[in-house]
T-cell receptor, first 113, second 111 residues
């Protein structure tokens, strides 16, 4: 079965640079969620989109922005990167906005030097 | 403030034994409680989930027990295998919105 595809898998940036993470949801899934997971920590919700509209916003820094496109893929844009942004970034998708399980991709590991 | 509290932080079980992981929540608006399994370098994978109108759900070797009045739920892994060694997260959500995760349990099943 098709899964959530994230790219790139690994990304190395320097402080103050920008990064773009991409997420391709499972086919026919219209809802995308972004989570950040620090080392040894649980995933923390950043932001979600349903039918290309932002549906919820969590602890996402103002330096980050995201959007969902007409083909339902989503991109997380990160600017003025800081050392503390080093983490795993996961995207999850679901069909519909309620009562459906979220399925996760394998994440992008972002390292800030 | 952790809205979903998970214990233990780590668990070591012998092959064939029962692994039990517990979670407690505060927000009574939560209406969907999934468990995820995560291997190093991989994303969380949905294992099993339960809604508060059900007290128990079983899928293969995995069982969720749910106590609505106590606001607690637990994962039981029967006949634990070395391949079950992973980090397990309980989570909670309201009507399919953001997932709120527990702190995670690192399970080691010794052969």
């Amino acid at each position: 079965a098709a899964g959530v595809i994230q790219s790139p898998r690994h990304l190395i940036k320097e402080k103050r640079e920008t990064a773009t993470l991409k997420c391709y949801p499972i086919p026919r899934h219209d809802t995308v969620y972004w989570y950040q997971q620090g080392p040894g920590q649980d995933p923390q919700f950043l932001i979600s989109f349903y039918e290309k509209m932002q549906s919820d916003k969590g602890s996402i820094p103002d330096r980050f922005s995201a959007q969902q496109f007409s083909d339902y893929h989503s991109e997380l844009n990160m600017s003025s990167l800081e050392l503390g942004d080093s983490a795993l970034y996961f995207c999850a998708s679901s069909r519909g906005h309620s009562d459906q399980p979220q399925h996760f991709g394998d994440g992008t590991r972002l390292s800030i030097l | 403030q952790q809205q979903v509290k998970q214990s233990p932080q780590s668990l070591i079980v012998q092959k064939g034994g029962i692994s039990i992981i517990n979670c407690a929540y505060e927000n009574t608006a939560f209406d969907y409680f999934p468990w995820y399994q995560q291997f190093p370098g991989k994303g969380p994978a949905l294992l099993i989930a339960i809604r508060p109108d059900v007290s128990e759900k079983k899928e293969g070797r995995f069982t969720i027990s749910f106590n609505k009045s106590a606001k607690q739920f637990s994962l039981h892994i029967m006949d634990s295998q070395p391949g079950d060694s992973a980090t397990y997260f309980c989570a909670a959500t309201t009507s399919g919105s953001r997932l709120t995760f527990g702190e995670g349990t690192q399970l080691t099943v010794n052969p």
